[in-house]
């Protein structure tokens, strides 16, 4: 999947993202930005992302609602791509179009907020931010991450803010990436066309999916196959047990050469084999039955298991030990001993 990274000279900042516009999220509260991240004698810098519409925004908010300090800022944007919008001047007349490319804003302020939101520049390349003029101001807030920030002196009065397209080969791209971080974050997933569901939880206990996948043809419908995923094991529960009777097994040697329903069965296996162990060399499985049942998991019958479990196992190289409650005393099955 082709995923963006944007940096701000050097400083890697991940967008806001949000189902709403740009101009919404900037919001007016007491007379300026409602962005909680303003900051006295700041200027503060954020890219937002509208998810509903793609649409990649470069927002400014300078100093601090009410309790800021007086001060004044010209600040110049080149480099944007001839599709940017200027979505919003904090005040009216202060930020004027120089190009198709070049934005100015001439700013001051009272007490209160002052910025700029110039949207629709998610085709750019390098987009240049020159503070041409100034007072009262001593940073540059960056804000990287949710509320995690970084800051540049305004002796640096040229920043450079770079896109680079990267081809992620990974099922999952987090944005941002997993860390320690000062405040708490919004985590922004992507994922490939492979990846159907995503499952995460926010306690830091694994997530768990559970989920039918096949119902009978009653009315209404039973379901008898479901699947469990912790992130540490995969379950299967199948109710249809009957067509794994040892009538059924059709003495195959290939994966290719099995039924539909021994490929099934093959893929049960596979799926809740332990990769780490299997691809070590170990792959040893148990079978557990119910010995007092008509069916017997090690029997040999017509409506036994035992052929058709050594033969899918003989397929796909595992090792099966078959155990019932008879083999056991009492026939409990009360402890194992597995090497």
Wanted: contains cysteine; hydrophobic residues 35%.
């Amino acid at each position: 999947m082709i995923v963006n990274k944007y940096f701000l000279n050097g400083i890697q900042m991940y967008p806001i993202k949000k189902e709403q516009t740009a101009d919404i999220y900037y919001g007016y509260a007491n007379g300026g930005s409602s962005v909680n991240l303003q900051e006295d004698k700041k200027i503060l810098i954020y890219l937002f992302e509208n998810i509903n519409t793609g649409k990649l925004s470069l927002n400014f908010v300078i100093n601090k609602t009410v309790t800021g300090t007086i001060g004044t800022a010209n600040i110049t944007v080149s480099g944007l791509p001839v599709s940017n919008i200027l979505l919003l001047s904090d005040d009216s007349g202060e930020v004027v179009k120089i190009n198709d490319t070049t934005i100015n804003g001439n700013f001051s302020w009272s007490t209160n907020t002052d910025g700029m939101i110039i949207d629709n520049i998610q085709e750019f390349n390098e987009i240049t931010i020159n503070l041409n003029t100034f007072t009262t101001i001593d940073k540059w807030k960056i804000n990287t991450s949710g509320g995690d920030c970084s800051y540049i002196s305004v002796d640096t009065n040229i920043l450079k803010l770079t896109k680079i397209q990267e081809n992620y080969s990974g099922n999952l791209y987090l944005e941002p990436t997993p860390g320690v971080y000062k405040t708490d974050q919004t985590i922004n997933i992507k994922k490939n066309t492979t990846v159907k569901n995503v499952i995460y939880t926010t306690d830091g206990k694994a997530p768990t999916l559970a989920k039918y996948i096949a119902y009978d043809n009653l009315s209404p419908s039973n379901p008898f196959i479901a699947v469990v995923q912790d992130g540490k094991g995969n379950v299967v529960f199948d109710g249809g047990f009957p067509k794994f009777y040892n009538n059924q097994w059709g003495n195959w040697t290939t994966y290719s050469s099995l039924s539909d329903t021994f490929k099934y069965f093959a893929n049960v296996l596979n799926f809740i084999a332990n990769p780490a162990k299997v691809s070590a060399g170990n792959k040893k499985i148990l079978f557990l039955g119910d010995g007092t049942a008509s069916y017997l998991i090690n029997g040999t019958g017509e409506a036994d298991f035992k052929k058709s479990i050594n033969g899918i196992c003989s397929v796909l190289g595992f090792i099966p030990t078959i155990m019932q409650s008879n083999n056991f005393a009492n026939n409990i099955i009360d402890y194992l001993i597995l090497h």
